[in-house]
C-alpha cells in the first residue's frame, strides 16, 4: 500500500471517529482579501472535534496554544477555516498521518497600512490618521493574545503598553512591519515583526496609544 493510500484511510478513520465524538462544522475557505466567512466562501459541512492533544508532542513555535483536530482532512486545506460549537477555528498545518494542527481565533482583525504625504515638500501633520489608512485584509477571525509585558511607561501609574502575538493562516496579501491591525472592538495594534511560514502568518505586534 503506498502513502497516498495511508493518509485515505487515516483520514476516513479520523471522519468516523469525528462523526461519534465531534459536532458539526461549516468549513470555509477565504477567496480574496476581504470577509473569509462570508457566506460564499462557504465549502461544506464535516464533523469535528478538537483537544490539545498528546502534552509530548512538540507544536512550532509559536502555536503551542493549537489544538489538534479530529475529522476527515481530505476535502480540506491549510488556511481553511471551520465554524461551530467552539467557536472559529482555522486549520494550520496537516502533517502526513497525524491529527491537524488547529488554531482557535478569539478576535477578527483588519490589517491597515498607512500612505505616505499627498505631497512632496511640506505638508500639514503627519501622524497616522484615517482618511491615510488603506485596507489590506479586512474581516479575518485571528488569534490575539497577550504575549507578556513590554516597554513600560515612563509614569508611576502607567502600566505601559502591552506586547501581544496574532497567529493568522495564509493570506493573499502581505502584512509588513509598521502595518496596523484593528480588531472588532476599534482597539489598534503597530506590527513590529511579520513572519510568514507554511503555517501562516505569526505577528508581533505592541498595542498602540490613543
Same mark, same amino acid.
Not at 476599534?186 to 503555517?199: K, P, Q, T
Given at each position: 500500500m503506498d502513502g497516498v493510500?495511508?493518509?485515505?484511510?487515516?483520514?476516513?478513520?479520523?471522519?468516523? &471517529? =469525528?462523526?461519534? *465524538? #465531534?459536532? /458539526?462544522?461549516?468549513?470555509?475557505?477565504?477567496?480574496?482579501?476581504?470577509?473569509?466567512?462570508?457566506?460564499?466562501r462557504r465549502v461544506l459541512r464535516?464533523? &469535528? =472535534?478538537?483537544? *490539545? #492533544?498528546? /502534552?509530548g508532542y512538540r507544536r512550532p513555535r509559536g502555536y503551542e496554544r493549537g489544538l489538534r483536530g479530529t475529522f476527515d482532512s481530505d476535502s480540506t486545506r491549510v488556511g481553511d477555516y471551520l465554524r461551530g460549537p467552539r467557536g472559529v477555528i482555522f486549520i494550520a498545518m496537516l502533517p502526513p498521518l497525524q491529527r491537524p494542527l488547529c488554531v482557535m481565533a478569539n478576535d477578527t482583525v483588519d490589517v491597515l497600512r498607512p500612505e505616505g504625504p499627498d505631497l512632496a515638500g511640506l505638508n500639514g501633520y503627519g501622524g497616522v490618521r484615517e482618511p491615510r489608512l488603506r485596507s489590506v485584509l479586512r474581516g479575518w477571525p485571528a488569534s490575539l493574545l497577550s504575549s507578556g509585558g513590554d516597554k513600560p511607561?515612563?509614569?508611576?501609574?502607567?502600566?505601559?503598553?502591552?506586547?501581544?502575538?496574532?497567529?493568522?493562516?495564509?493570506?493573499?496579501?502581505?502584512?509588513?512591519?509598521?502595518?496596523?491591525?484593528r480588531n472588532r472592538n476599534?482597539?489598534?495594534?503597530?506590527?513590529?515583526?511579520?513572519?510568514?511560514?507554511?503555517?501562516g502568518w505569526r505577528l508581533n505586534v505592541r498595542e498602540a496609544g490613543v
Open positions: 493510500a495511508v493518509q485515505d484511510r487515516f483520514s476516513k478513520g479520523m471522519g468516523a &471517529a =469525528a462523526r461519534v *465524538l #465531534g459536532m /458539526p462544522y461549516d468549513l470555509y475557505r477565504p477567496h480574496g482579501v476581504d470577509e473569509p466567512l462570508s457566506a460564499e464535516l464533523f &469535528a =472535534a478538537f483537544d *490539545l #492533544g498528546d /502534552p511607561g515612563t509614569l508611576p501609574d502607567d502600566g505601559g503598553l502591552g506586547g501581544w502575538s496574532v497567529l493568522m493562516p495564509p493570506t493573499p496579501a502581505e502584512i509588513s512591519g509598521s502595518d496596523l491591525i476599534g482597539r489598534r495594534f503597530i506590527v513590529r515583526s511579520a513572519e510568514r511560514s507554511d503555517l
